[in-house]
Antibody, heavy 122, light 107 residues
Framework: EVQLVESGGGLVQPGGSLRLSCAAS????????MSWVRQAPGKGLEWVAN????????YYVDSVKGRFTISRDNAKNSLYLQMNSLRAEDTAVYYC???????????????WGQGTMVTVSS | EIVMTQSPATLSVSPGERATLSCRAS??????LAWYQQKPGQAPRLLIY???TRATGIPARFSGSGSGTEFTLTISSLQSEDFAVYYC?????????FGQGTKLEIK
């Protein structure tokens, strides 16, 4: 079964850090671009960052540039999001998602994890 | 950044009837437009990509159309499991951007 499972969410104070993980199974993880997408409570979806198959290219939405770092470990079939200098507006469910392009990116998301909640509050 | 605007915010339709959801882009995204369905407490599910191609396993009652800046998602005969929030997403330019969603509710 193709699956993505996120972990690492929780409550953190403003200015703090958190590292999210996403474990992939059921497909060749190293063949796909991967992304993080977030959803603030009661709000819509926001793409956060993505990373190429070999990790050589990474892109971020402006609001997280310089604070968040996306990475991956293909040997462990895992995707990560290091979040530093967290703000209240980063509070959201964070999803990892697969881009369906097995060679180059497509830009859509065909497989999603169940999400992990990040709450930034004092 | 491309802004995606969906209308209406809420759509009330009876089961068995047709639902038409709209999505407008602030600039042309060609046919690089996707639609997702999200039910409460669940992750989004890809329905349509390339503006009109159904994703794997998506029933034929879901159809997409449009190009450039105007797009439509049509659900031909609503089933009970179709009542959810629907999002459009452009992937023509980074950063990828989503619409604010249309909630499809039972009339």
């Amino acid at each position: 079964e193709v699956q993505l499972v996120e972990s690492g969410g929780g409550l953190v104070q403003p200015g703090g850090s958190l590292r999210l993980s996403c474990a992939a199974s059921g497909f060749t993880f190293s063949s796909y671009w991967m992304s993080w997408v977030r959803q603030a409570p009661g709000k819509g979806l926001e793409w956060v960052a993505n990373i190429k198959q070999d990790g050589s290219e990474k892109y971020y939405v402006d609001s997280v540039k310089g604070r968040f770092t996306i990475s991956r470990d293909n040997a462990k079939n895992s995707l990560y999001l290091q979040m530093n200098s967290l703000r209240a507006e980063d509070t959201a469910v964070y999803y990892c998602a697969r881009d369906p392009g097995a060679i180059d990116y497509v830009g859509t998301f065909d497989i999603w994890g169940q999400g992990t909640m990040v709450t930034v509050s004092s | 950044e491309i802004v995606m605007t969906q209308s209406p915010a809420t759509l009330s339709v009876s089961p068995g009837e047709r639902a038409t959801l709209s999505c407008r882009a602030s600039q042309s995204v060609s046919s690089n437009l996707a639609w997702y369905q999200q039910k409460p407490g669940q992750a989004p599910r890809l329905l349509i990509y390339g503006a009109s191609t159904r994703a794997t396993g998506i029933p034929a009652r879901f159809s997409g159309s449009g190009s450039g800046t105007e797009f439509t998602l049509t659900i031909s005969s609503l089933q009970s499991e179709d009542f959810a929030v629907y999002y459009c997403q452009q992937y023509n330019n980074w950063p990828y951007s989503f619409g604010q969603g249309t909630k499809l509710e039972i009339k």
